[in-house]
């Protein structure tokens, strides 16, 4: 029988709501992320993350701690049966080893290291425009959905003419572009072109890093002040109103479990618009045209 802290963490659990995209799968659309948190850190991170309710990591194996995150699955059992069967796990490849074989190769590494037999997700990291290998690449992602052993096939800083580009040699749309977006960085250009294609888009850094916490001389704050809420709430809770899929990064649990708990309040029109209109020139992270995390 299911004790009442087990009631609470399914009802957390459940109040998230199922994204649904082009190859019918669905993916819960608040996950974790793993983004700068070491290997030997990340086990206790993931566990509590999972305790939370959380149902959804997001990792890379750029951010080496794909051992660790493993060895979490494994020592809670969600790396098999029906608690594997109720986590979205997505991890990326490599710049540095993007094209047919070496992805094919890393793949194995990825998932030995994750200790899974697949991983629902699997992305570009980045475009690398200037070393374009995406078309290759994604040959080795369909091989490896037909063995089964990915589920979802994603992009990461795809641009529209990265996604053209991608459409244009292999006849497909990626399920999943993750890119950087928050209040701040709206990036309305690309968030349209991938609905108008039946692109889910998911939101990395959703509150970019921290820094849009303080967004808007203090419009979030006094947003959040009206709920009773977080600011980071406030933010979520605007991502979420957008039917964006994000991935919030916290070691903290206090802050994991804030950043589940966005289903007991709603933002008015006018706050929602207020949010919409901080949407402002710079980027927190790197250029999709010119960066390779390699
Ligand atoms: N595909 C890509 O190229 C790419 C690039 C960047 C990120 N990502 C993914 O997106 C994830 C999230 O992005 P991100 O880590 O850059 O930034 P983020 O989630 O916007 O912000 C994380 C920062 O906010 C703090 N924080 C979290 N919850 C908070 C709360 N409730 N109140 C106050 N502060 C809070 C965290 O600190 P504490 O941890 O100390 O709580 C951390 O410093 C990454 O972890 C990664 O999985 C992907």
Redesign the pocket.
Known sequence: MLGTSDLAVAAAAASVPGIKLNDGNVIPQI???????ENDDVAPVVKSALAAGYRHI???AG?NNEGGVGRALAETGFNKGRKRSHLWVTT?LRDSEQGYDMALAAFDRQLGLLQLEYVDMY?I??PTPFNWRSGATWKAFTKLRDEGRVKTLGV??FLPEHLTRLYEETGEWPAVN???L?PTWQQREVVAFCKEHGIAVE????????A??KAGNGTIARIAEAHEV????VILRWHIENGTII??????S???R??LDLFGFALTLDEHAAIDALDGPER???DPRTFS?A
């Open positions: 996950g974790l992320g793993l983004l700068r948190i997001d990792g890379a951010y990326k992305m990291h980045w990461c800083n993750q890119i950087e928050h939101a990395y850094s959703p509150m970019a890093r921290g849009d916490l977080s600011p980071a709430q991935i919030p990064k916290s070691v903290h206090e802050r994991q804030q950043n927190a992270g790197h995390y």
